[in-house]
């Protein structure tokens, strides 16, 4: 898979790309805002692990996101199952030296268009943590609406944080 908006790309994940998803990834500012899975620090051999798991999808769901030099971030889905196969919670994270530059709205709008058809979805849905402001206000530009509020759902760094439920409905299936 390959979309492109001028000089951002998002594209499949690719085993050279271990060093510099490290350099992208391993920030503690960035993991604050992410599920503990995205580990921290993040180390090589997370990538090594990480890119491994990309290689084995056989339809991938995890994608890399670069500017023209290299890779700045990352975006995926989590599908649903069962009675909610038609849904898919939306992922994403960007190196801090590009936030604030609009980038994250841009890859969005690539990026959902693109997974809601490929993967036959009628809802993709978010779950930014509620002081998460800029990743809000990229799923509103990309017309996510609020659903509601997660009260105290989110347990990170010793704290409870609240996290927005975002979605967006597609009507193709």
């Not at 992922?91 to 709205?105: I, K």
């Not at 997974?115 to 206000?137: V, Y």
Request: with cysteine; hydrophobic share 40%; net charge negative.
């Amino acid at each position: 898979m390959q979309l492109s908006d001028h000089n951002l790309h998002i594209r499949n994940w690719h085993k050279q790309d271990q060093t510099q998803l490290v350099a992208a990834a391993n920030n503690p500012k960035l993991a604050a805002t992410l599920r503990d899975r995205f580990p921290q620090p993040y180390t090589l051999d997370h990538a090594i692990q990480f890119l491994e798991f990309c290689g084995q999808q056989h339809d991938p769901t995890h994608f890399a996101i670069l500017n023209d030099t290299s890779v700045i971030g990352g975006i995926g889905l989590e599908l649903g199952t069962d009675v909610e196969r038609f849904n898919a919670e939306l992922g994403y994270w960007l190196a801090e030296p590009f936030w604030g530059q609009g980038l994250m709205t841009r890859v969005i709008a690539l990026f959902v268009p693109w997974a809601a058809q490929h993967f036959q979805l009628h809802r993709i849905f978010a779950l930014p943590m509620a002081h998460n402001l800029g990743s809000i206000r990229c799923l509103e530009k990309n017309g996510f609406v609020q659903e509601g509020r997660l009260r105290e759902s989110c347990f990170k760094n010793g704290h409870w944080y609240d996290q927005f439920l975002y979605s967006r409905l597609f009507h193709q299936v």
